[in-house]
Structures are given as structure tokens and as C-alpha cells.
């Protein structure tokens, strides 16, 4: 009975001992895979989703969509709001985040932005700082392409603003952007030597995004 009793004692212990490895084992499987998971749905936009994205821009200039802060309408609900007697500037328009959230999405209708640095939360909308931060690749100027993204900062370095790249000619650059100043979505441009530029230029980035599942 001593041995019998020994001998099922180890084997109880055995499968004990097998069922935690196993179980250690698949833990670190499903964490080791969490990056992955995440690395799988992080999609960086492609040369044509970027033209496609300026064009859908270009009608906030055409249509001179107004200049609202925390804005977030699309060309079609501004208009659609625009003819209901809505007031430009006041009841209805866009800033500079909601033009670059809203040509990409006509784009991509599903698209979702990251919000934070661990690229675990995703959502529908983005400011300025949440695309430049953990939704965009550095690029250098040779890389821009219509569609392209600039961003701009202030005096303490912060990002403060966003423009969809255009074009570039000489020593003057062209972009999109909702112009506070000028009261609407514009196509304006900046010379690079100038002191807007100098003081306010931080960086071209390309747009990395997920897709709702």
C-alpha cells in the first residue's frame, strides 16, 4: 500500500506539474502574440489613398467650408447643414484636424486612430496632437505626396496644428488647412525661409491608422 500510494502521490504531482507548464505555456503564447495582434491591424497609407485623401480636401476649399473650432463636419453635412439655414462659422464648419479625419475617412470609411502611446484604444476621431504623436510616420520632404500631412507647433513646441500637403514649388510650399484667420478651409502656402515657417514648421508625417473590427 506504501507504494502503491507512493507511486500515485508522484503521479498526481506529475500532472500537476504538466497542467502548469501547459497552462505558463499558453499565457505566454497570448502575450507574446498581443504585439502582433496589434501590429496586424496598423496599416500605413498607401501614395493613392493620400491623393485620394487631398482631392476629398480640396472640396473644403471649393466649397469654402467655414472655419469653426472643434468643428468636425464632412463636406456633405456641412452643406446639407448649410442649406437647412445653418450659420456659417457659428452653427457649422470644420478645423484643421476634422479636414484631415474626414478626407482620410472618405477614403477609408472604417478607419480608426489611435489614442495613445500603448496603440491599445482606438477611436473614431483625432485631434491634431493625437495624429502627430500616434498616428503618423516621420518623413522627410522628398517623400511628401499630395495627401502627405505637416504638422505645426507652438511656442513651447506643442503641436498645435495640422495641413494636408500639396505641392511644392521653389522656395514656397502649398498646403490645406482650416485657417482660423481667413475664416474657412483654404489652399494656402508658406516660404520656407519665412518666419511662419521657422517658428511654427513641425514636421511631414504619413498617416498610420487601424480599421474597426
Known sequence: MKTIYGQSHRTHRTVRLFLMLMLVGIL???IAGLPQIWAANKHLITIEEANQAHDYAMQYVENEVAYLYGGRQ?????LAALADGK????????????VVVNAYRNVIPNIRFFFDQSQKTLVADATSSVIA???SVPISQDELVPGDLIFFKDAS???NGIAIFSEIKGEVIHFITASANQGKVVRTNAYFHGAFWTNSFAGYGRLQYAIAE
Open 133 to 135: 504623436n500616434y498616428n
Open 87 to 98: 450659420v456659417p462659422g457659428q452653427d457649422i464648419g470644420a478645423d484643421a484636424s476634422a
Open 28 to 30: 505566454t503564447a497570448l
Open 74 to 78: 464632412s463636406v456633405e453635412a456641412y
Open 157 to 159: 513646441g506643442n503641436i
